[in-house]
């Protein structure tokens, strides 16, 4: 790290930025599919600061990304901050306002402020600090807030459609520590067939939910530990979680007065980095066999809904290096690199570009009076701006 970059960075630091911005956001309802007025909302702040390019690019029905992007005019490398604006709905059991984005005790309440309101706001903060630092940087700096991460991932894949950089962090909630990798996600499809009829001649029928309940049973005991080597082990767990997430059936709407003869229930697995489709796939199938056994009559199909890949980025990557010599100089200690079960946009784009994940705030996520400490918010936008600085700062 260049001398006295620390001290420049520190007295310029715009840490209340970072919290306004991180409030503005807590206080708008960005529920996946509501992201639009977020994203407009965010244009606007951003170009309050008067400073480099600011747009938004439409992805689908409304729904946007909000960029800025800051061109030093000279060659260099391109860095993006990004983050998603978009939250999953607000749990039950909340006793204040979810979206007061009040700040009681040195922490910030409010529905998403973790997963990842404060991630971007840091990343704005740290973006203006760089700015009012003085130090003189190469390349280009380009922060987007995406849509639709809690769908398919649509505002990062038009992202990356549209944009190519050579370097980013994503700022999710990583408690503050460094991750490197992340598991992928794959969905099944799991349907029983059978034979529909009124209730009132439900002996003629063959009900479908019944014959799902066996292949639900046997999946849901699947326990399962792949062949991967103790370091991915180390990073993202042992165990390949798999789950019954969701189930479809019956008459709707109104009352079930027809024998369903389809029954539907969505597996979610969550596979390590090198763990393929297929692996988790005949996991899947010899749970539907054994239900099989059980009642020679289930008729099964089985099919792949969705696929998100997993994530890797090498310890020794320049942008995993500039970021991991930030964290140490703020935090006074070398950073130990760990990684995540959850999904990150990372799925849709980390085989395009050199990505580490960084971001304050941590599990649990989605619970009631969700909060998160002002110092967090603080440290993250220092470690961000001098981790940028590292990458693209002129020596």
């Known amino acids: 790290m260049q001398t006295g970059l620390l001290e420049r960075v520190t007295g310029a630091l715009d840490n209340a930025l970072s919290v306004d911005v991180t409030q503005e956001l807590v206080r708008t309802d960005s529920t996946c599919g509501k992201e639009a007025a977020l994203a407009a909302e965010l244009e606007e702040r951003i170009r309050a600061i008067g400073v480099g390019r600011v747009w938004r690019e439409e992805v689908f029905d409304g729904r946007s990304n909000t960029l800025w992007e800051l061109d030093s005019g000279k060659p260099g490398p391109h860095l993006l901050f990004t983050g998603h604006l978009d939250t999953k709905p607000v749990c039950e059991g909340w006793t204040r306002d979810p979206f007061d984005g009040a700040i009681e005790d040195g922490r910030m309440f409010g529905h998403g402020v973790m997963d990842m309101k404060a991630g971007l706001g840091c990343q704005v903060g740290a973006i203006k600090t760089i700015l009012d630092s003085g130090v003189d940087f190469s390349g280009r700096i380009t922060f987007a807030a995406v849509c639709d991460h809690m769908g398919d991932q649509t505002g990062s894949i038009d ?26 996600r794959y969905y099944f499809d799991v349907s029983t067939i059978g034979l529909s009829a009124h209730t009132c001649h439900k002996d003629l029928a063959v009900n479908a939910i019944e014959k799902m309940l066996p292949v639900a049973e046997e999946i849901s005991k699947l326990r399962y530990f792949p062949e991967i080597g103790d370091e991915m082990k180390a990073l993202v767990g042992p165990e390949l979680y798999i789950a019954v997430g969701r189930i479809f059936g019956g008459l709707f709407p109104g009352g079930p007065s027809m024998i369903p003869d389809r029954c539907t229930i969505r597996v979610d697995t969550r596979p390590q980095p090198g763990v393929p489709l297929e692996e988790v796939e005949a996991l899947i199938q010899g749970a539907i066999e054994r239900a099989k056994e059980r009642d020679p009559e289930i008729r099964v199909e089985l099919e792949v809904a969705d696929r998100k890949n997993s994530f890797t980025v090498p310890t020794g990557a320049p942008v995993v290096r500039c970021l991991a010599d930030a964290w140490e100089t703020v935090m006074g200690r070398p950073p130990v690199f760990v990684g995540g079960s959850w999904l990150g946009d990372t799925a849709s784009f980390g085989d395009l570009c050199e990505t580490v994940i960084f971001g304050p705030g941590g599990e649990p996520v989605y619970q009631p009076d969700e909060s998160l400490s002002l110092s967090d918010i603080e440290t993250a936008t220092k470690i961000n701006a001098l981790a940028a600085l590292n990458l693209l700062g002129e020596a």
């Open 159 to 184: 992202l990356f459609r549209r944009h190519s950089f050579d370097h980013c962090i994503l700022g999710e909630l990583t408690g503050m520590e460094i991750y490197v990798a992340h598991r992928g």
